[in-house]
C-alpha cells in the first residue's frame, strides 16, 4: 500500500467537491439526458481534477 499524502484541507476540500459535482452531473445524465448545465458541469469537475493533478507533479 502507498504511504498516505498529506494534503491541505483546502486542497481535500477541492478534491471532495469536484468528486461531488462529477458524480451528481453524472446521475443527472442518466435520469433526465444530456443537457448544456449537466455537460459543463462534468466538464469543470474533471478540469478542476485535472488542474490539481498537474499541480502536484511540479
Same mark, same amino acid.
Given at each position: 500500500?502507498?504511504?498516505?499524502?498529506?494534503?491541505?484541507?483546502?486542497?481535500?476540500?477541492?478534491?471532495?467537491?469536484? *468528486?461531488?459535482?462529477?458524480? @451528481?452531473? #453524472?446521475?443527472?445524465?442518466?435520469? &433526465?439526458?444530456?443537457?448544456?448545465?449537466?455537460?459543463?458541469?462534468? *466538464?469543470?469537475?474533471?478540469? @478542476?481534477? #485535472?488542474?490539481?493533478?498537474?499541480? &502536484?507533479?511540479?
Amino acid at each position: 500500500m502507498k504511504k498516505k499524502v498529506k494534503r491541505s484541507r483546502m486542497r481535500r476540500a477541492f478534491n471532495s467537491l469536484c *468528486a461531488a459535482l462529477f458524480i @451528481g452531473s #453524472a446521475i443527472y445524465i442518466m435520469a &433526465m439526458g444530456f443537457s448544456t448545465v449537466a455537460m459543463a458541469a462534468m *466538464a469543470i469537475s474533471v478540469a @478542476g481534477a #485535472a488542474v490539481l493533478l498537474a499541480l &502536484m507533479e511540479n
